[in-house]
Nanobody
């Protein structure tokens, strides 16, 4: 079972930027699509972005398209989320997640397609 640890969250003013990181413990990291999700207080967890195992394809929620960029470094077992032009509504706990099956990504945005999760990192955007 892979362990995922997020970092990089914090407090930022609206319009600012943050870069989230997620390190994976397993050598099999490069075989799996990865995703970022977020959960705001009182709301359900929602999809943010996903990337295929070699990074040739990405998928974004409409709410973050054009502002966030997902990327990965398979040599370092790292997943990233560059967040620009942040808005107060981006405030949430952000989670990285590994897709349920290697060398597979159906483009689905539901959390049920992801089998392993990190503990989350808090992002707070002030107005």
């Amino acid at each position: 079972q892979v362990q995922l640890v997020e970092s990089g969250g914090g407090l930022v003013q609206a319009g600012g930027s943050l870069r989230l990181s997620c390190v994976a413990s397993a050598r099999t990291f490069s075989r799996y699509a990865m995703g970022w999700f977020r959960q705001a207080p009182g709301k359900e967890r929602e999809f943010v972005a996903a990337i295929t195992w070699i990074g040739e394809r990405t998928n974004y929620a409409d709410s973050v398209t054009g502002r966030f960029i997902i990327s990965r470094d398979n040599v370092k077992n790292m997943l990233y989320l560059q967040m620009n032009s942040l808005k107060p509504e981006d405030t949430a706990v952000y989670y990285c997640a590994q897709y349920f099956s290697p060398y597979t990504y159906y483009g689905d945005n539901g959390s049920s397609g992801f089998g392993s999760w990190g503990q989350g990192t808090q992002v707070t955007v002030s107005s």
